[in-house]
């Protein structure tokens, strides 16, 4: 099964950044959008953001304009930067492949994630 591996998650203070990274194992990324996904403590799992092939981004309200997701074929990795980080974003961050942006089945399986904290 496809396999994406998570990393660049740590401690910041709010208003912070972090650059989260999300690599391809064995396979090319550029087939598939990738969408990143956040669990909270105590909270469900939800989406964040999302890039298609074509590298159109969808990113959820609650992170509009502080996250930004990018890809780079090249480098078989995508990207999210986030910025002005506030402590409801912290949680464990996930990677997926997915055929389309939005509902339907995921096409990797769930990593071990990367876990943000924004705290003071």
């Known amino acids: 099964q496809l396999q994406l591996v998570e990393s660049g998650g740590g401690l910041v203070q709010p208003g912070g950044s972090l650059r989260l990274s999300c690599v391809a194992s064995g396979f090319s990324l550029d087939h598939y959008a990738i969408g990143w996904f956040r669990q909270a403590p105590g909270k469900e799992r939800e989406g964040v953001s999302c890039i298609t092939t074509s590298g159109i981004e969808n990113v959820a309200d609650s992170v509009k304009g502080r996250f930004t997701i990018s890809r780079d074929n090249a480098k078989n990795t995508v990207y999210l930067q986030m910025r002005n980080l506030k402590p409801e974003d912290t949680g464990v961050y996930y990677c997926?492949?997915?055929?389309?942006?939005?509902?339907?089945?995921?096409?990797?399986?769930w990593g071990q994630g990367t876990q943000v904290t924004v705290s003071s």
């Open positions: 997926l492949a997915e055929g389309v942006c939005g509902p339907g089945a995921f096409l990797s399986s």
